[in-house]
């Protein structure tokens, strides 16, 4: 079957506003910058309008040699690290004395051409022949040796208006891998598991379990006919490779619980035997999801039953709850059926336990304290717990 496709209906808009800001330069001391030479300028602070920065360039003997000192000149550079900026720009000298206007050149006030001027960085807007130089001197624009310039700039930023923004649909990568798992005509590997079979894809598999990588890529034998699987079942089989292809668990998590009751036969129970699979194949996240299952059921009659699984398993972080719990409730735990069954299949960790209650009376203890007979040790929990001496092969494998 075709996998279904997300249909999504998109669309935006352009905005496009104008961002205008001003700038002044005051030029204080005309007659000391005058005769600096032609093409010299000097420069204003850079000032931002619309994210670009700007600068004045003053040219108190003109720009160009053929204007030959006649004229200033007066220009406005993009000096950001940017490149075709559509703007328009306007330049003006105040009349400092308040007796006629402004001189002003530029697009806003109809001097100009309503177009926009298009500019990169390093590049100049502006005049050559922006006013002569004796007129200038002579006129109200130069007061009290102060020449006050003025640039306005407006930018016109493109924008896309995020209210009609493209809806990006969520992956549906584990949807199609889903459906490859039920893809019978493309598989590569069949498993037989009890009667049942089972087609898959290797560099599926592969890719998930490195278990399933040596087996099919080592080299060594080469599998173009049935895999026998005898010890498993169906069931836990197939939930095994729904994992693989959809990274999540077949059914609810009260299914897994369902099957018996949880304290008659903890290892019977669908959720243990997922845990014994996901370990088989190194399936990390397989292993911690039914950890996760496990942990929500320790009681002081099933936590003992359920760390013996967790070290069977090397369920890492299931022990170390089960560990926490049965200490910080050890006279109860200690009485139940469980702990008996812990002492006769697996003593190492009735060693542990009593080791992390050692470590918890350790740290109850005042700093400077000295031991008392009010103080238990250990051994002194339960006499019948100190007779376990482990071998010294076993000795290496007990944490400090």
Known sequence: MAPKMNNSTTSSRLVTEMVKGSHEFKIKGYSLVKGIGVGKFIESETFNVGGYGWAIHFYPD??????????????????????DVPAKFEIAMHDQRGIAKDFVLGHFDGS????????SVGELWGFTRFYKRFHLEHSMYLNDDCLQLNCTVGVFPTTIDRSMAIQVPESTIGAHFGMLFEDDESSDVTFCVEGDKFRAHKIVLAARSTVFKTQFFSG????????LVTDMKPKVFKALLHFIYNDTLEQAEEFYLSQSSFMSSLSELFIVKLLAAAHQYDLPR?????????????????VAHIMALSERYVASELKSICLQFATENLDAVMKSD????????????????LKSVAAIVERAKPSGSVDTDETPMPNEIDAETSSYNPSSDEEDDIPD
């Open 62 to 83: 003109g720009k160009e040699p053929q204007v030959n000192a006649v004229y200033i000149s007066v220009f406005v550079a993009l000096v950001s690290n940017d490149k």
């Open 112 to 119: 100009l051409m309503k177009t926009l001027h298009t500019i």
């Open 220 to 227: 060594m034998d080469k599998f173009d006919g049935e895999i």
């Open 286 to 302: 397989l292993k911690l999801i039914c950890e996760s299952v496990l942990c929500k059921h320790i009681s002081i009659d099933s």
């Open 338 to 353: 469980g702990f008996k069954h812990l002492k006769e299949t697996c003593p190492v960790l009735q060693f542990e336990l």
